[in-house]
């Protein structure tokens, strides 16, 4: 089965419905308006010019991410925020996740488990990405958080029940659903407020009280980091792998590791972190020809403008108007990019180093709102 397969696979399995539906909606030309969901972009030149518009199109109006997250996380947490303070608090984050700084906390707190996966790997055993994926990224929110000697596989799990609240149908959460939230992220945001209290310019909370922000902003910040944070990194890492596998790239990879960061550029164009993007209209515009007006619905279906390049292939150019679309564009372009690509990286080159692998077995993961393995589980080849 080839690397396509097995995405159209994992996209059936998390959304049965609304992935032969977003995928019916590619095939009715870039904008359409659909009753009941809103205006679907479907072209990645026009998805662009609606991210970098953010005056007209923004994310704290009515069917935005504000709507969602705002009772959950506060009004203060990038994901929901425009204009000047949004502007503000990213110049405050911005020296958080610089690439040398994400370099340093992920060879810092990876440093053991990848010594144990790779030690695995050497002696033949049979390795499951997936939940080598989930540690890690358990690990470096942790980290960020400042949550010293937490069970890293626990936290992402907890994580996984908060995003299992949202489909991509999901307007806003119910109050119980804030109420379950709310009770997740409580006891995340103590562990980051005595962080912050703490002020070790060695942890991210320490830095965020010396670069400025108040304590209620790095809570706040806590909170998106870790929603934002695991999943991405996690449900990637064993697609990526099936990906150079599944396409017969993984051993050119490995043998020249000048060609990884391409094949992850690639594996996240194919995969979409973000496989739909949400915008409230705050006036009247027009997106490719289609009127819109206050309230409106912008649906960015990132998925399908990122797959109108082309099956995975690590060795093509990236197109121009992608540009790393999955992560969004503009100002609300993904903060912690460097952190992630920093932890891909790092598992995916100890996975590398023990190259040739061979895939032993495969599950798709049902109902979940990111696209990902249940099991994937390598074995090195014995020469």
Not at 180 to 185: H, K
Request: charged share 20%; glycine share 10%; net charge positive.
């Amino acid at each position: 089965m080839n690397a396509d397969t097995w995405e159209r696979r994992l996209f059936l399995a998390a959304h049965p419905v609304a992935y032969p539906l977003l995928r019916g909606l590619a095939a009715a030309g870039p904008v359409v308006r659909v009753p009941g969901v809103g205006v679907v972009v479907n072209d990645a030149a026009v998805a662009r010019d609606v991210l970098l518009d953010g005056a007209t199109f923004r994310k704290d109006g009515p069917g935005s991410p504000g709507d969602l997250w705002t009772p959950v996380l506060g009004p203060s947490v990038l994901l929901n925020m425009e204009g000047d303070a949004h502007r503000e608090l990213r110049r405050k984050l911005a020296g958080l996740f610089t690439p040398a700084n994400t370099a340093e906390l992920c060879g810092r707190v990876l440093a053991g488990p990848l010594a144990e996966l790779a030690a695995r790997l050497r002696a033949g055993a049979e390795v499951d990405v997936v939940a080598a994926a989930k540690a890690a990224a358990g690990a470096v929110i942790a980290a960020v958080i400042g949550l010293d000697g937490a069970d890293h596989r626990r936290l992402y799990a907890e994580g996984e029940r908060i995003t299992a609240l949202v489909s991509l149908r999901t307007r806003r959460l119910t109050p119980a659903q804030v109420a379950r939230a709310r009770a997740v992220l409580a006891p995340l945001g103590d562990a980051a407020a005595a962080a912050y209290a703490a002020g070790d310019e060695r942890t991210v909370m320490g830095r965020m009280r010396a670069l400025g922000l108040s304590a209620a902003e790095a809570r706040g910040a806590a909170g998106a980091f870790f929603l934002t944070g695991t999943e991405t990194v996690a449900t990637l890492l064993p697609r990526l792998v099936a990906l150079l596998h599944d396409s017969g790239t993984l051993d050119a990879v490995a043998r020249d590791r000048a060609l990884l960061d391409g094949a992850i550029d690639e594996a996240m164009r194919v995969t979409t972190p973000t496989p739909v993007m949400l915008r409230s209209v705050h006036r009247p515009a027009a997106v490719a020809g289609t009127r819109v007006t206050p309230g409106d619905r912008i649906v960015i279906a990132t998925h399908t403008c990122c797959r109108a390049a082309g099956p995975f292939a690590p060795a093509r150019p990236a197109a121009p108007e992608l540009r790393r679309l999955w992560f969004g564009a503009g100002p609300h372009f993904c903060l912690g990019y460097p952190l992630a690509l920093a932890e891909v990286r790092a598992v995916a080159g100890t996975l590398l180093d023990a190259a040739p692998l061979t895939v032993t077995g495969r599950a798709a993961a049902r109902r979940v709102l990111l696209p990902a393995y249940r099991r994937l589980t390598v074995r090195r080849e014995t020469p």
